[in-house]
């Protein structure tokens, strides 16, 4: 029963670290879905109130990492509101679309066409926040592949 309880474990926080390379995959769930099936299994003591508040905080950065990230790599490049849903949608619909390389081309596509097709950017500017949106989303993703470490990292030391 131990291997079937931490082949469960591992293959949440497995599927939590896979949605940082697809989007639609909710990270954040599945990582706490690894620490209850944990306490389920084992025992909830080693996951007492600290661990919960640190495990929020972590999470709240992840969510402003994220949001900071976009805005920054859009708006940087001189992108507005529109190329920030640009790029969001292509980040969504990209790995889908385009296997392996969507997950960067999606965003490119999807910042670069809603500044052309909406906000009647030049060819020269789309691109810019185009490749705007990819920095922001390639920053985003080190930050909270750093932040979902330490929290896993917490989570092991404590049980």
Same mark, same amino acid.
């Given at each position: ?73 859009? %708006?940087?490049?001189? /992108?507005?509101?529109? @190329?920030?849903? !640009? +790029? =969001? $949608? ?37 691109? %810019?926040?185009?490749? /705007?949106?990819?920095? @922001?989303?390639? !920053? +985003? =993703? $080190? ?17």
């Amino acid at each position: 029963m131990d291997i079937l309880s931490w082949l469960l474990i591992i293959v949440s926080i497995i599927i939590a670290f896979a949605g940082l390379i697809y989007p639609v995959i909710p990270s954040v769930v599945f990582l706490v879905l690894a620490y209850i099936l944990y306490g389920l299994f084992y025992s909830f003591e080693p996951l007492n109130f600290t661990f919960w508040a640190v495990q929020l905080l972590f999470m709240l950065l992840i969510f402003a990492a994220d949001h900071l990230a976009n805005i920054f790599g859009v %708006k940087k490049y001189g /992108g507005t509101k529109v @190329g920030m849903w !640009g +790029s =969001t $949608i292509g980040l969504i619909l990209g790995p889908f679309l385009i296997p392996f390389l969507g997950i960067i081309i999606g965003p490119f596509i999807g910042a670069f066409l809603a500044e052309i097709l909406v906000n009647r950017a030049s060819f020269r500017e789309a691109l %810019k926040i185009g490749f /705007g949106s990819v920095i @922001g989303f390639v !920053g +985003s =993703t $080190i930050v909270k592949s750093v932040i979902m470490v330490i929290m896993v990292g917490y989570f092991l030391i404590l049980v």
